[in-house]
């Protein structure tokens, strides 16, 4: 699969044999063939040696990047040339922590482990992660974050999916601090008081340097709002003390100048059951909410790059007078001071997509890379299949007068809907527009 993070081509495989040692046999190398530099990631892996093939002239690597056949070359040749360092693929470390593949790019061996990114939040102990949703969007790190720091756009950019635009009151918000500790690094932390869904809610923001989040909310009240019982329904998972409560936990990744990848983990509390919905339901869910902001926060980033201080300019381009917004002030002060080489304003944006198919593009933003909505999408293919066989059944039933029409006209109607409806869904996983003026 091919990856790009913070600039970054990688490609990420998985030994055959290994899947259950601790790093679950994941591998994370550069995505070129040092020979053409052909990418990896349009390669296979070989089952007789488990090695990673190229598609292009046959080389291969094995776990470590070290190559291990030359086709084109007789044994003893090739023996001296698998030894050149030339012939090595860039390997990195990796490990599997929160049902995510984590990979270590810095100099030197590793430092930590990513499961001590949980210190100090709820999934440390009571919780768990459950599953996973990843989608790429067409804005950076820099957007991304300061997007879901943002407490104030929910009712507004969310109507219908979290609360409405009803739920919007004053919102009230400490001055946001960055703790600093030997146990748990380097979080910037702060409390606020909103309305969603109906019910009052005081919620802590966590965010632990540099791209791993949470939110914990407690919402005031009975618990009754109908709004949240659905919300909590598709979430899954439930409080102990059967208070309600908001939790969302987040890893944001910087992919590319104008990229991001978000990766929502989905948490429950142990030995309980998740959501009852299937996983490419809710991935669905996710992507109509995520597509519900992606036009503002698409053309918000490179209106700010247009202005006269450009990105580092931030305080003099945005006017946030309420304190709401202190949480936004916060993250760009912290993240002037992280110098992180990814959002660095000298760098040019790519040109934004020239159709809002090509903006809201499920199917290469998520789709393409996720295997409970590629599964979910060849079963409905089949279920399609089995409609148009059942229809042309009752026609020809019905125009030989083998079936009578009473029977068959029924039965043709049903195949006729059954093929119409999954077709319609089957477009949700590749592009649906998001018109506000609409909900």
């Known amino acids: 699969t091919p990856v790009r993070l913070d600039g970054l081509d990688l490609v990420v495989w998985q030994v055959p044999g290994e899947e259950d040692s601790e790093d679950g046999g994941w591998r994370v190398m550069s995505d070129a063939c040092p020979h053409r530099l052909a990418p990896l990631s349009e390669g296979r892996i070989e089952p007789k040696t488990k090695c990673l093939q190229c598609a292009y002239h046959g080389w291969e690597f094995d776990s470590k990047g070290s190559c291990t056949k030359i086709p084109q070359v007789e044994d003893a040749a090739a023996q001296k040339m698998r030894a050149s360092e030339r012939s090595q693929v860039p390997s990195f470390p990796t490990k599997v922590a929160m049902k995510l593949v984590w990979v270590w ?86 409390t606020f008081w909103d309305r969603t869904m109906g019910m009052r809610r005081e919620a802590q923001f966590s965010l632990r340097s540099p791209f791993f989040f949470y939110y914990l909310g407690e919402f005031k009240g009975d618990g009754d709002s109908l709004e949240f019982k659905k919300f909590a329904e598709r979430r899954g998972g439930g409080e102990a003390d059967g208070k309600p409560r908001f939790r969302l936990h987040c890893a ?34 996710s992507n109509r909410f995520l597509d519900s902001d992606m036009a503002f926060l698409h053309y918000q980033e490179r209106t700010l790059r247009n202005k006269t201080n450009s990105a580092d300019g931030w305080s003099n381009a945005y006017y946030m007078p309420g304190e709401a917004d202190r949480s936004i002030g916060a993250w760009r002060q912290w993240l002037a001071k992280e110098k992180a080489r990814c959002v660095d304003p000298e760098v040019e944006l790519p040109p934004s997509p020239l159709s809002r198919e090509e903006l809201l593009n499920r199917w290469d933003q998520h789709t ?72």
């Open 105 to 190: 790019l810095g100099e030197g061996e590793p430092q930590g482990h990513p499961g001590d990114i949980l210190k100090g939040s709820h999934l440390e102990s009571e919780f768990e992660v459950s599953g996973t949703y990843t989608r790429d969007l067409p804005y950076g790190y820099d957007s991304l974050i300061e997007n879901l720091i943002d407490v104030s756009h929910v009712p507004f950019a969310h109507h219908g999916l979290q609360g409405t635009r009803d739920d919007a009151v004053p919102v009230s918000m400490t001055i946001p601090e960055v703790k600093s500790s030997a146990e748990h690094g380097e979080i910037l932390n702060f």
């Open 252 to 285: 944001c990744v910087p992919v590319a100048p104008g990229w991001s990848r978000l990766i929502l983990c989905n948490a429950t509390r142990s030995g309980q059951s998740g959501s009852i919905l299937p996983q490419w339901a809710i991935h669905l869910l």
């Open 368 to 439: 393409a890379y996720c295997k409970h909505c590629r599964e979910a999408l060849s079963n409905m293919e089949v279920v399609q299949k089995g409609c148009a066989a059942l229809f042309l059944a009752a026609l020809v039933g019905a125009q030989t007068e083998l079936a009578p029409n009473a029977l068959c006209l029924p039965v043709e109607l049903l195949g006729a809907v059954g093929m119409a409806g999954i077709e319609t869904l089957k477009q949700e996983f590749r592009f649906k527009d998001y018109e506000h003026y609409k909900t």
